[in-house]
């Protein structure tokens, strides 16, 4: 069983930034390897994908609307995902979610993710 706790989340002014952090636990008989992702819902939306990465961190796959703005990155060693978040703007206001699926390859759909942090609010004022 691999648990995702995400933390990092917060208030901030637009053109602020922000680091998101999941870190991972797991049983040492789970697979080793996993690819993340992030994803976020608004107030009213439907959760959408913002970000997802492999598990060596050569893959990297973004939502448009964060291009430039957003990164993912990983450190194996410390078990730990992270996404930095710059230049936010109050539409980035959502609660981000950390997911994880195991094998070594990411995706944009949040079907494809087995495991799911509890989530973080992030509040983008104007």
């Known amino acids: 069983q691999v648990q995702l706790v995400e933390s990092g989340g917060g208030l901030v002014q637009a053109g602020g930034s922000l680091r998101l952090s999941c870190a991972v636990s797991?049983?040492?008989?789970?697979?080793?390897?996993?690819?993340m992702g992030w994803f976020r819902q608004a107030p009213g939306k439907e959760r959408e994908f913002v970000a997802a990465?492999?598990?060596?961190?050569?893959?990297?796959y973004y939502v448009d609307f964060v291009k430039g703005r957003f990164t993912i990155s990983r450190d194996n060693a410390k078990s730990t995902g992270y996404l930095q978040m710059n230049s936010l703007k109050p539409e980035d206001t959502a609660v981000y979610y950390c997911?994880?699926?195991?094998?070594?390859?990411?995706?944009?759909?949040?079907?494809?993710?087995?495991?799911w942090g509890q989530g973080t609010q992030v509040t983008v004022s104007s």
């Open positions: 797991r049983r040492t008989t789970d697979e080793t390897s996993y690819a």
């Open positions: 990465i492999s598990w060596s961190g050569a893959l990297k």
């Open positions: 997911a994880a699926r195991s094998g070594t390859t990411p995706y944009r759909s949040e079907n494809a993710y087995n495991y």
